[in-house]
C-alpha cells in the first residue's frame, strides 16, 4: 500500500514522527469526497486516499471528506488517513456534543450547532418541538476538511455546489469551506431567530387579550425553545472570535477578514435570544397575573351573586320558623308583601354590585 510523505512541519507529540497510514474507510455513512486544485474539483478523486495522494502529488489544493452520522469503525480510516486523534473522532461520531473548538496538533476540530424551525399553525396553538437541532463537526488541516454532519438538516451538499461554482473563493483553501460552513450556520440562527420573534409578538398579543384564555403551559415551550437556541449560540462566540483575531497558519489573513463578519452575526444573535429570555420571562410573570386577576373577578362575580341568592334565603328561613305569633304570617298581603320585598332588595343589591364593577 502506498505511504504519503508527511506534512510539511508535521509534529506528532510523545513519539517519533511517521507518516499516516492510508486506510480506505467504508461507503456507507461517506457522503461525498473530492479533491480541488486551484479551486477546481478531480473528478478522478473519489476516495479520501486517493484524494489525498493527489493533492500532496500536486503540492496544492485540499480534500474535503462528508459523512453523515458514521459509527466509530467508519470513521477509522480517515483518523488513520488523515492522523485525526481518537478523542476528536469520538465526539465526532457522538452528537449532543456542545459548541467547541479544540487545536490537536496541526489541525482544528470545531463543532457546529445547527437549527431548523418548525413549521406549526401558532405560538399559541399546541404542539411539540418549534426548534429541531443538529451539529456539524469538522476537521480542519492544511490541506484537509473533513466534515461529520448529525441530523437531518445539515446537509451541505448545495453548499457545496455553491462553492464549486466560485473557484476563486476554493482556491483559498479549506479554511475558505470552513467559513462558509459557519457562515450558512449563522445564517440558520438569523432566520430562526425571525419565526421566534414572531411567535413571541403573537404570545404577547394574546396575553394581554381579555378575550383570549391564557395558556403558561404555551409560553414554557417557547421559552424553553429559545433555551435550546441559546445552548447553541452562546457557545459558538468564543470559537469564532478566536478565528477571527488569533493568528492562525491553518487560517489565511484573507479569510479570517470574513470571521470577523460571521462573529458579528453570531453576538447579535446572542444578544437577541436575551432578550427574547427577558420578554418571556416578563410574559410569564403577567400571564400568571392575569390569571390571577382573572380568577379574582370570577370570585367577585361569586360572591354577589351569593351576596343576592341571601336576601330570599334569609327572608324566606325567617317566615319559615313556623311560630304561631308572628308578624304578617296570617296577613292576606304578608306573601305578595314578601316577594316584592326580595325583588327590590335584590335589585339594589344588583345594581349596587354592578356600579362596583362586580357584576
Not at 437549527?115 to 401558532?122: A, T
Not at 404542539?127 to 492544511?142: A, K
Not at 466560485?166 to 482556491?171: F, H, I, V
Request: charged share 25%; net charge negative.
Amino acid at each position: 500500500m502506498p505511504v504519503l510523505p508527511p506534512l510539511p512541519g508535521f509534529m506528532t507529540i510523545g513519539r517519533k514522527p511517521q507518516p499516516p497510514v492510508l486506510v480506505k474507510p467504508q461507503r456507507r455513512a461517506l457522503v461525498n469526497c473530492a479533491a480541488y486544485v486551484d479551486g477546481v474539483k478531480d473528478s478522478s478523486c473519489n476516495d479520501p486516499v486517493t484524494a489525498l495522494q493527489r493533492v500532496r502529488q500536486t503540492g496544492s489544493g485540499f480534500v474535503w471528506v462528508g459523512f453523515h452520522e458514521p459509527t466509530y469503525e467508519e470513521l477509522a480510516g480517515v483518523m488513520e488517513t488523515f492522523d485525526l486523534h481518537e478523542l476528536a473522532v469520538e465526539d465526532a461520531v457522538h452528537d449532543y456534543q456542545r459548541p467547541k473548538m479544540d487545536r490537536y496538533g496541526s489541525y482544528l476540530f470545531l463543532v457546529l450547532k445547527t437549527v431548523k424551525f418548525q413549521d406549526h399553525v401558532s405560538a399559541t396553538s399546541q404542539g411539540g418541538t418549534v426548534v429541531s437541532s443538529g451539529e456539524i463537526m469538522v476537521f480542519l488541516g492544511h490541506d484537509f476538511i473533513v466534515t461529520v454532519r448529525h441530523g437531518e438538516h445539515s446537509e451541505l451538499a448545495d453548499l457545496r455546489r455553491r462553492l464549486q461554482a466560485d473557484p476563486e473563493q476554493l482556491a483559498l483553501g479549506p479554511a475558505a469551506v470552513l467559513h462558509a460552513i459557519t457562515d450558512r450556520v449563522v445564517d440558520e440562527y438569523v432566520a430562526v431567530v425571525r419565526e421566534i420573534e414572531e411567535d413571541i409578538d403573537e404570545m404577547e398579543s394574546s396575553v394581554f387579550d381579555p378575550d383570549q384564555d391564557v395558556d403558561t403551559e404555551q409560553i414554557y415551550r417557547l421559552k424553553r425553545e429559545v433555551l435550546r437556541l441559546r445552548r447553541a449560540v452562546a457557545p459558538l462566540a468564543g470559537p469564532l472570535r478566536s478565528l477571527s483575531t488569533t493568528p492562525n497558519p491553518l487560517i489565511p489573513d484573507a479569510v479570517r477578514e470574513y470571521f470577523r463578519d460571521v462573529e458579528d452575526h453570531v453576538s447579535h444573535v446572542a444578544e437577541r435570544i436575551s432578550t427574547f429570555d427577558e420578554i418571556l420571562t416578563t410574559l410569564i410573570s403577567a400571564a400568571l397575573a392575569e390569571v390571577a386577576n382573572r380568577q379574582n373577578q370570577d370570585m367577585r362575580k361569586i360572591s354577589a351573586w351569593a351576596a343576592i341568592a341571601l336576601v330570599p334565603t334569609a327572608i324566606a328561613g325567617i317566615y319559615g320558623m313556623n311560630f304561631d305569633h308572628m308578624p304578617e304570617l296570617h296577613w292576606r298581603f304578608g306573601y305578595p308583601m314578601a316577594i316584592l320585598g326580595i325583588a327590590f332588595i335584590c335589585s339594589l343589591l344588583y345594581l349596587f354590585l354592578r356600579r362596583k364593577r362586580w357584576l
